[in-house]
């Protein structure tokens, strides 16, 4: 298992999508913008600011504000004017669902990622399964931390300040072992199977009627999980449950799960 929730040392900003939020970290707070910086990119090509503009910024881990810009510089450079960061609103917890997901293949997991960690779930594993590519582990999702751009544009879409905690698992085997958890949920935590066995509830009627905030959501890979593998969640006190007769793309069933997970985590949050 790795753990991966940080930024790398020396991490430098590659995003190029269109945000929502600039998000910096205390390093670069109250810094300058060189030319090449994606965010000063942004800043001049897809907001086209001018000096004394607003813009929304975010200090990871901390909060968000509204900085104006100070200079757009001959070179390209921008330089912002922060406010203090004292002054911040403080970002909001992220919501307790935990998305276990059978590793797909890497640019449809760089698609998923780039939507949980905008919707501000507060953790994503990812395992090796017995039918997905043992391969997927060496790509440069991976080996060059493409999956941190990813987490980075989610927030950043999503207006957050806080990462989703990212982890990788050799074998769900690995994951049960490094995440020993009582084999009955308690009352505050509900964990939940996608298979496409019919006779299982519906995720729908299960969460709706669920108690306590915490979700766990585990969904297979693009050839779904072997009968072996469910039988490992079942024995982890989890639940199947299914979508419907359809057989749903990996990408699909994320966004689907996590969405309605995360619409009835906030609303017991809002309304207890």
Known sequence: MRLLCSLPSGWKFRYTARVNLLLFTPQDWDAPLCPEDPRAVHIRTILKSCQG???????????????SVKKLGDDGSVDLLFP???????????????????????????????????????????CATELSEKSYFSSHLWTKNQFMDDLLEGAQ?????????VARYWSIGDFFRKNSLPKTPTIQENRYILDLDSRAPFLYNQIIDSHGPEMTLAIGPERGWTSDEVQQFLRNGYTTVQLGRA??????????????????????????
């Open 247 to 272: 057989i749903w793309r990996t990408e699909a069933a994320c966004l689907f799960a996590a969405g309605l997970a995360i619409q009835v985590a906030q609303d017991r949050e809002c309304h207890g």
């Open 53 to 67: 503009d607003p813009l929304q910024v975010g200090l990871l881990n901390t909060g968000t504000g509204t900085a």
């Open 84 to 126: 203090p960061v004292w002054e911040l609103e403080p970002t909001a917890e992220l919501l307790p669902v935990h998305l276990v997901l059978g590793h797909p293949r890497p640019p449809v997991f760089r698609r998923i990622l780039k939507d949980v960690a905008s919707f501000g779930i507060s953790r994503l594993s990812v």
């Open 157 to 165: 879409q999503g207006g957050q300040t806080r990462l989703t905690q």
